[in-house]
């Protein structure tokens, strides 16, 4: 199954095929997505998710207020459904 992630507000738009990490995706459609660890430690890949959801397997460190406001670790997180995304607040 493929999901799509569309990021807001500049509009750009790409496929994550099942079980793969968004930025994986992104990278693989050639998106400069911001990173450094690629294992959820340095937060640099931090997006916010305004619909849509995504699941882990491996738990991010963000804190429950973080994840209740949508934050996500884009190289850890895997999209369960088809997603719209922002970097800014
Ligand atoms: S790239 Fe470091 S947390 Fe995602």
Known sequence: MR???QMSPNGGQF???DGQTIHAAALNHDIAW???CRIGACGTCL???LQ???SYQI???LTERERSEGWALACLAIPQ???VLTFEE
């Open 47 to 49: 997006c916010k998710i």
């Open 52 to 54: 849509g959801d995504v």
């Open 3 to 5: 999901h799509t992630v």
């Open 15 to 17: 496929t994550v095929i």
């Open 81 to 83: 459904s088809d997603i």
């Open 34 to 36: 911001p990173n450094r």
């Open 59 to 61: 738990e991010p460190m």
